[in-house]
């Protein structure tokens, strides 16, 4: 909890868990650092709800802002075609990543007249006033807890903010709640003349509205200060305390230890690493470091990741294949297990320290890879089905490369010309070569040709293609 500073025990009432997670400003192609946010809190969702708590997920687009119209001006367009075009981007490029979407996006400029209703309220209450031809500010002084989640006094705060052009603020720390419009930008009438509203009132408005009680709120670091700060002091000040019971935030994505970011120039963006790695690399590389410490983005790291991967994946085909086989029996594995899901369960309680989780996932991978043949199919099962499990709340499926099954053809018939000297086969689809080859290795079995057998079962399973031995004959099915 960065508001305590603390680990603290995590409990809710009832069973049930607001979720609020600040999303992202969609004025351009979402970077590394959005995949981090995304996973990152798709896994602490995913987490609570394995510990049966009832999650309610809710993050904002933030569809207003300085960038926006930025952005617009330069490309000609209007703010609502950029905001579209990169809300767009933003989704694709999570449902890619594997991210659980959450239960509503809702969308900033969908709620200005309830910012309208906050700020009155708080310029009512004393806490915001307003400077004639630049909008409303919230005055700090009128909030005594301010500094409190970045844990620094007004005093420190200010030494690292600059002052800005609106120099009839009270103080450089008020930030403005609702900014005056130039004439050609997006605007909305106010009580206070035609202008937008400041980033931070959306949040607080939006969390206020849909999560019932926020017991998480989350977002990157770099949002501590200003923009949580400010989310407190408007929601607090507006006589909802507490705003938020637990404040979860990320580490930064750094590039030779630079924080990567668009200002920086230095991001690459999701699209771009997904040209090179699988989402389930990215998603690995980044659960390798625990989420509130910096990750220094380097190519090595996602190669790495995507060997681990390799592994891992392999690991539940294997298991796969062998389950197919049906041995009744063997060494018992489930103590072990139960072992390790337990190593799993404390490292993911102990504020969701996923490298630990991950160790505890690549110690089921070495059992698995090394029962496969002393172990019986039940027993296996049962710890294939642990390890897709724990897999899953990482937001990991490991499953087969769907590339391998498809256009197989060729390649199978190649395969096949080197088993057979029949030719009846040349030119049948897909499913008949598969059927033709697992006729042929029947035949082969029948023969006691076993070796030759199991070849050809290795390497179907090398296309993607598993066997089952059953009673009734072999069957077959695309992994
Ligand atoms: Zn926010
Ligand atoms: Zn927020």
Redesign the pocket.
């Known amino acids: 909890n960065t508001l305590s500073g603390e680990k603290q025990e995590f409990d809710t009432p009832d069973g049930k868990v607001g979720l609020?997670v600040?999303g992202p400003t969609v004025y351009d192609l979402p970077h590394l650092g959005h995949a981090r946010v995304e996973i990152v809190f798709d896994v602490v969702r995913r987490w609570l709800e394995y510990r049966k708590f009832d999650v309610k997920y809710v993050q904002n687009i933030t569809d207003v802002d300085d960038k926006i119209i930025k952005k617009a001006g330069e490309e000609g367009k209007s703010e609502q075609e950029i905001a579209e075009r990169y809300t767009k981007a933003f989704f694709s490029d999570c449902k890619k990543l594997g991210v659980k979407p959450s239960a509503l996006y809702p969308k900033a400029t969908e709620h200005v007249p309830e910012m309208l209703a906050l700020i009155g309220k708080l310029i009512e209450s004393g806490h915001a006033y307003v400077i004639e031809g630049a909008g409303v500010y919230y005055d700090i002084s009128k909030f005594p807890d301010y500094g409190k989640l970045s844990h620094q006094s007004p005093e420190q705060l200010k030494a690292g903010v600059r002052i800005g052009v609106e120099k009839q603020k009270r103080s450089p720390l008020d930030f403005a709640l609702w900014k005056a419009a130039k004439p050609d930008e997006i605007q909305w009438d106010s009580p206070w003349g035609k202008g937008r509203p400041g980033w931070h009132i959306e949040?607080s408005v939006m969390?206020l509205k849909y999560v019932e009680r926020l017991d998480i709120?989350g977002?990157g670091r770099d949002?501590i200060f200003p923009?949580?700060e400010n989310?407190i002091a408007q929601s607090e000040g507006a006589g909802h305390v507490p705003f938020a019971r637990f404040w979860m935030h990320n580490g930064f994505i750094t590039v030779n230890k630079e924080k990567m970011s668009k200002s920086l120039g230095n991001f690459q963006t999701i699209r771009q690493v997904l040209k090179q790695y699988e989402p389930e690399a990215v998603r690995l590389f980044m659960l390798s470091t625990h989420y509130r410490g910096p990750i220094d983005f380097a190519p090595e790291q996602l190669d790495q990741a995507s060997n681990s991967l390799e592994g891992l994946r392999r690991s539940r085909e294997l298991a796969e294949d062998a389950i197919s086989k049906n041995k009744t029996e063997g060494t018992p594995i489930k103590k072990q297990v139960k072992e390790i899901v337990k190593k799993f369960e404390e490292a993911m309680d102990d504020d969701f320290t996923t490298p630990n989780a991950l160790a505890a996932l690549y110690e089921l991978s070495t059992l698995l890879n090394n029962s496969l043949e002393s172990t019986s199919a039940k027993e296996l099962k049962y710890a294939l089905s642990k390890y897709k499990k724990l897999a899953g709340v990482l937001g990991f499926k490991f499953k087969r490369k769907k590339a391998k099954a498809k256009k197989i053809g060729k390649k199978l018939e190649a395969y096949i010309k080197t088993i057979t000297s029949d030719t009846s086969f040349v030119g049948k689809g897909e499913d008949e070569l598969i059927d033709y080859v697992v006729k042929l290795r029947d035949e082969m079995r029948k023969q006691g040709k076993f070796e030759l057998s199991d070849q050809i079962r290795a390497k179907l399973s090398e296309f993607g293609i598993i066997l089952e031995d059953t009673a009734e004959g072999t069957k077959w099915r695309r992994a």
């Open positions: 609020y600040c949040c969390s709120h977002g949002l923009h949580h989310e």
